[in-house]
Structure formats: structure tokens, C-alpha cells
Nanobody
Framework: QVQLVESGGGLVQPGGSLRLSCAASGIMFRIYAVGWYRQAPGKQRELVADLTRAGSTNYADSVKGRFTVSRDNAKNTVYLQMNSLKPEDTAVYYC????????WGQGTQVTVSL
């Protein structure tokens, strides 16, 4: 059974930081590309960050320089470090793991507001 369990979402003020975590099970984590999507109210789902099995990264222009995706294969976990957060970063964030098929987490709410 494949499971991706996210944690770390919450409310943060503009300019603040947050780190999201996603623990995977039921897959050979090491061989999967991993990353994060987000979906804001009234907007289309957006690819935030992608990390391949070889370590290559791809970021949305809107988050480049502020967000960092990383993985710990020993812990079967993917992270998203979010710095200098803006109100427009408010969204539900979903982690994924992809190796042909793609699996999603349940989503975690990130709200950036005063």
C-alpha cells in the first residue's frame, strides 16, 4: 500500500518560513522523482518544485530563490523549505512521488497572512 503523509502546514506571517515534510511508504522511494504541487483558491494546480532521482531540480518561477525541495532517502521523506513567504503562497500543498505512476499526498494547508 502506497502512502504519502504530509505535515508542517499552518499559518505564518508574510516574510516568515515554514518547512513541509512528506513521509512515503510502500514504494522504493530512492528511485522515484518527488516534489510538490500547490493549488490556491480559484486557481489551477501549479507545480512548485520537482526533484529527480539524480538530484536535478525544477522550480516554478514564482518560488525560485525562496523555496528549496530536498529529500532524505534514508527516511523516505521529501521536504519543502519555504522562506520569505508571501500571501500569494497561500494554497493547499501536495507532495508527490513519480516513477511512471504518480502518487499524491493528502495535502496540507499553508496560509500566509497577517
Amino acid at each position: 500500500q502506497v502512502q504519502l503523509v504530509e505535515s508542517g502546514g499552518g499559518l505564518v506571517q508574510p516574510g516568515g518560513s515554514l518547512r513541509l515534510s512528506c513521509a512515503a511508504s510502500g514504494i522504493m522511494f530512492r528511485i522515484y522523482a518527488v516534489g510538490w504541487y500547490r493549488q490556491a483558491p480559484g486557481k489551477q494546480r501549479e507545480l512548485v518544485a520537482d526533484l529527480t532521482r539524480a538530484g536535478s531540480t525544477n522550480y516554478a518561477d514564482s518560488v525560485k530563490g525562496r523555496f528549496t525541495v530536498s529529500r532524505d532517502n534514508a527516511k523516505n521523506t521529501v521536504y519543502l523549505q519555504m522562506n520569505s513567504l508571501k500571501p500569494e503562497d497561500t494554497a493547499v500543498y501536495y507532495c508527490y512521488a513519480r516513477y511512471g505512476n504518480e502518487y499524491w499526498g493528502q495535502g496540507t494547508q499553508v496560509t500566509v497572512s497577517l
